[in-house]
């Protein structure tokens, strides 16, 4: 009898301690839910140790962030092995981030642990955090290094590497020879910004002289290859650090080689004695400060080299995969091909090849090119680190928390864009004076709905203090490099009537297969 009162205690005990035990996870789990002190972002079922690689794969990054973000919403929390960040996918939760607390959310994280391998630690610009050094800088490219008014001075490098371009396409039309547009796209965007950088001698392909615009084309493009590579180091934590497949040093070595060749051309810019007017390119507005006493933040030569490798980084591949996609597009929509050929061939005509100064008049082209780079925008992920605690959409975001915004997913958001997923010029032109015909009639300025800079369902650039500084170089480069692609030359697609629109797994979200093409020459600037 004593023994089964004893075990009829022990277990009232232990349904009472049951009870109060599950009232208090219950109460504890609640608190977490409604005190956003606490309470974080959903995030999808993690695995231990690997977090949610699983849910990422081998796949093109910024589509598997869309696909989390249509289950789990726009604002989430994901772990890749040790790597924690939020990830921000449509335009509202954006703009709380980029806009409303843009300070707080200023900074980039830094990405793979790569101060052994760099030899510029502490000189980088886009990496740079929000201080005198970074805002110095950006004020330089705002108003100086890629203002239009230097844009302006190195016009005539911009026709020039175009002509180039068609030259080299013509050859191939003439000999019934395929080309491979994407090399031949950042050969251009390669020797553009490098001439309008640094001056930088670009021969032609066939003749056999040093030429460091190839090199530093090759460099950028390793440098490219090893960085993804690298980076997906991060997700190791300090075991990153121990370089297990040999990136980092073979990233050193090719940034040596691009280090030897930007202080060859530096020391020669140096001797030069007159070179104010036409030719004064960025490298000289850079030694300017470089070499001026009271310049409000001294910059040393690693500072120069490190911004000319953020540069070349950040605009050379970017802007060639924009026309390599624009033309993609292009070729896949007959429709719009005619109609945008039938306006340049309004505009221009036949006795001249188009030029910068048309653009406004080529509403249609400018329609064309947004439309390609909001399908296809060639930096889809922003990074930002958050510098405070912070509240988003009632969860909470700690300092230090990295942030990346998915560009990919909010320019593709169905929330925002009718028929997303559809090649539509025409959503960037003014339909109210759309009568479809193109003749010398037309308001061509009131049809190109330029979008407000606030808008933050378009945001190829990003946005804001951080946003790029490229943005009108890279536009008038796409617009000009697809206007003569389309007024010169009829397109047949090798293997096929379609170009394959698949996407590949590189930075800039390129074509997963080169674009090779047989250009037919349709009007020649040359013969003129
Ligand atoms: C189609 C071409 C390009 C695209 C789509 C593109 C896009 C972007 C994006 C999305 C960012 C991040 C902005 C943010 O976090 O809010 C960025 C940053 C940057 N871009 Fe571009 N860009 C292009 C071309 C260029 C060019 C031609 C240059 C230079 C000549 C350039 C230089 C930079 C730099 C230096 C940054 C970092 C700015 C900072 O951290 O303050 N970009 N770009």
Redesign the pocket.
Known sequence: MAATSASMVFYIFSWLSLVVLTSLLKYLINKTRTNPRIQTPPSPPSLPIIGHLHLIGSSVIPKSFQALAKLYGPLIQLRLGASTFILVSNAQVAKQV?KTNEINFIN?PHIGSTSEYNLYEGCD??FAPYGPY?RFM?KL?MNEL?SSSQLGRFMHVREQEIKKLLKSLMVCSSEGRECDLGFELTTLTNNI?CRTAMSTTCVDKDKNSNDDAAEIHGLVKEFLELGAKFSIGDVLGPLGKLDLFGYGKRLLKTLTRFDQIVERIMEEHEKKSDNEGETWDMMDVLLQVYRDPNAQVRLTRNHIKAFFR??FL??TD??SV?VQWTMAEILNHPTVLKRLRAEIDAVVGSTRLVNESDFPNLPYLQAVVKEA?RLH???PL???EAAEDFSINGYNVKSQTRTI?N?YAIMRDPEAWPNPEDFIPERFLDDTTNDGVYGDHYNLKERFIKMSVNDFRY??????K??????S??LTV?NLTVAALIQCFDWRIKGGDRVNMEEGSSFSMGLAQPLVCYPVTCFNPFSL
Request: include cysteine.
């Open positions: 980029l980039r610009f886009v970074w950006k490219c890629l910004l953020d540069i950040a605009g970017s802007s924009s780079m925008p060639t930096a922003s990074l930002r915004i560009i945001i190829p650039f990003g946005f804001g951080r946003g790029c500084p490229g943005a170089l890279a796409i």
